[in-house]
């Protein structure tokens, strides 16, 4: 019998919110990415974060791609 994977999955968004914390500290930031960008694209409002810069770092990419901001590196 051959098994086939879902092609999503269903998760709570506290458990998403602190699958993508632990990601981004530990600096798996292409995955981090990827997961918030999913989060935001399934609809997405805010995330429960006590530090400010976890905000950005999560909203960043979106914000950047849909040009509402623009963040120079040096």
């Known amino acids: ?3 086939e994977n879902l092609n999503y999955y269903k998760v709570d968004h506290k458990l998403a919110v602190e699958i993508w914390g ?3 500290k530990e600096g798996y930031r292409y995955i981090a990415n990827s997961l918030s960008e999913t ?3 399934q609809g997405c409002q805010e995330i429960e974060v006590k530090d400010a810069s976890q905000v950005l770092a999560f909203w960043k ?3 950047e ?3 509402i901001i623009k963040i120079e590196h040096e």
Do not use: R
């Open 39 to 41: 989060m935001i694209e």
């Open 22 to 24: 632990v990601l981004h």
């Open 61 to 63: 990419d979106y914000l």
């Open 65 to 67: 791609k849909n040009k």
């Open 1 to 3: 019998m051959e098994k």
